[in-house]
């Protein structure tokens, strides 16, 4: 029995001895684990002789450092006693790292400049004809055709070129009206009332401008006077020269005043009808140089200019017509052919079009290819001439440089835009985050319209480091533009 009791008693101590180790350990863990935390309390405390405006002293917690609170506490989230920043983790908006750091982020960065930049735009179409350059040739007389000079489409006629000969009743009676009247004529006396000399040459001179108005030529009209001999036939003549591309009667036929009878085109000059897409119509400008290619003649650069821009949207393929006048003397352009055409943009300020051989000019609204240095009227159709300027075109001062950026230093998400700039004049290098406003992206570049200044430092590449650092630390950053510390503040109010 005294054994038993001997053997229960040592087992009991050793149980003691086992549970009191496990509370010391636990103890001595707990003591451990706050020195960390009495230490920085500590360091807050004793900054309590420096002024209020220079101490601000944030709570925040060691596993989510989202929660920031201006007074100690527990988090609401795992209900951990809260700690107080280091000071300069305080500032929202800036980050700082060590050169170390830097080389292992691999940062990168470029300076804010003032430049213009080249917008290049690849479009395709096709060749036409110039519509001003294509001619009707149609009878002015009711008559017969007896002769097609031209007797198939595809034929090159120069201007004033024999093209139909047409038998006509009326152009008889026209010339009889003419003959009676040059006869009156001869026959006035000398002693005749002068009334009646004007009547007749009033009559004489009415037959000269009908057979005019019936196609024949002055020479023509002479020739009849002269030999006293009315012609059956009149030839109508090519008003200018070109090519046939339409045949619409055939010798024999009777036809009508204003029966189309051929249409000729001059292919001299000719239309590129270029296909731009919606986002492309912010770079295209009236007057501007277009250089383009076709697969007939490989390696050969053709240019023109634009001269006119459809104001209707194409709504199956939401493109817009573009037109380019273009010069073709040797008829190397012909009808139909594919283009590949590039327009290369200068652009300046808000996303105008910088073209030295535009700006300051004056140009014509109708008339595109009529373009002066001074305020004048259109050649062609007597308008008063514009700016070219009111047309999207940048004037030529240093007003109109833009403010560029590469387009890799901007973090974008949705409507916000923001980079990272670095700091000036710090010990460590130092950042923070800029939410800016950008123009119109060109190639490798964005336009800054608002928020960076000439000569600041952008991170072009390690950005989105920079930017995931600031979200761990919860900072203000692309995906959290907010101040959460007052977020947090507000809630636990």
């Known amino acids: 029995m005294a054994g038993m009791t001997k053997k229960y008693i040592s087992f009991f101590l050793k149980k003691v001895v086992v549970i009191v180790f496990v509370i010391a350990a636990f103890v001595l863990g707990y003591k451990v684990n706050n020195i960390p935390n009495a230490t920085l309390l500590s360091n807050v405390i004793n900054q309590n002789d420096a002024p209020e405006s220079q101490i601000k002293t944030v709570w925040t ?53 003032r430049k213009f930049v080249n917008k290049k735009l690849r479009l395709s179409g096709k060749v036409d004809y110039d519509e001003t350059r294509i001619k009707y040739i149609t009878s002015w ?30 152009l008889i009676s026209a010339q009889a009206e003419l003959l009676q009247a040059v006869k009156a004529l001869q026959n006035l006396k000398s002693d005749s009332v002068e009334s009646v000399g004007k009547s007749i040459l009033a009559t004489r001179d009415a037959a000269r401008e009908k057979l005019r108005l019936l196609g024949l030529k002055q020479e023509q009209i002479i020739e009849i006077e002269k030999s006293n001999k009315p012609v059956d036939h009149i030839t109508i003549y090519s008003p200018i020269g070109g090519v046939v591309i339409e045949k619409n009667a055939a010798e024999g036929m009777y036809v009508e005043t204003g029966t189309k009878i051929y249409t000729v085109a001059d292919l001299s000059h000719v239309w590129i009808k270029l296909d731009a897409y919606e986002s492309d119509m912010m770079w295209i400008r009236y007057g501007q140089e277009v250089e383009f290619s076709t697969e007939a003649y490989p390696g050969e650069i053709f240019k023109g200019k634009i001269s006119f821009i459809d104001p209707m949207l194409n709504p199956k393929t939401h493109t817009v017509k ?54 004048d009227t259109c ?40 980079v990272y700039v670095k700091l000036p004049g710090t010990q460590k290098p130092a950042y923070e985050g800029r939410e800016i406003v950008l123009g119109p992206r060109v190639e490798d570049y964005y336009i800054v319209e608002s928020g960076l200044e000439e000569d600041d430092i952008v991170v072009t590449n390690g950005n989105f480091k920079i930017d995931s650092e600031m979200q761990i630390r919860a900072k203000p950053s692309m995906m959290n533009p907010q101040d959460i510390m007052s977020e947090h503040q507000h809630s636990n109010d």
């Not at 450092?65 to 000071?87: N, S, V, Y």
């Not at 097609?148 to 000969?165: A, E, F, R, S």
């Not at 079009?353 to 014509?364: N, S, T």
């Open 379 to 418: 050649d062609i159709c007597g308008m008063n001439l514009v700016r070219t300027e009111s047309l999207g075109f940048a004037a030529s001062d240093a007003n109109e440089t833009p403010l560029i950026i590469p387009a890799s230093a901007v973090l974008i998400t949705g409507k916000r835009a923001v």
């Open 322 to 375: 573009v037109r380019v006048s273009v010069e073709n003397p040797e008829g190397k352009l012909k009808p139909e052919m594919f283009v590949k055409a590039s327009i290369i943009s200068k652009i300046a300020d808000s996303g105008k079009v910088m073209d030295e051989q535009m700006a300051g000019k004056w140009i014509c609204p109708m008339h595109m290819d009529i373009v002066k240095d001074s305020p």
């Open 61 to 113: 917690c060691s596993m989510h450092p989202q929660i920031r609170q201006k007074e100690p506490g527990k988090c609401p989230i795992c209900f951990m006693d809260l700690i107080p920043l280091i000071q300069d983790e305080i500032d929202e908006t800036k980050i700082e790292f060590s050169e170390a750091a830097i080389k292992l982020m691999e940062l990168e960065t470029s300076p804010v400049e």
């Open 141 to 170: 007389i009711t008559g017969r055709i007896d002769r097609l000079y031209v007797d198939y489409t595809g034929i090159k006629v120069n201007k004033d070129d024999h093209m139909v000969y047409i038998y006509s009743p009326e």
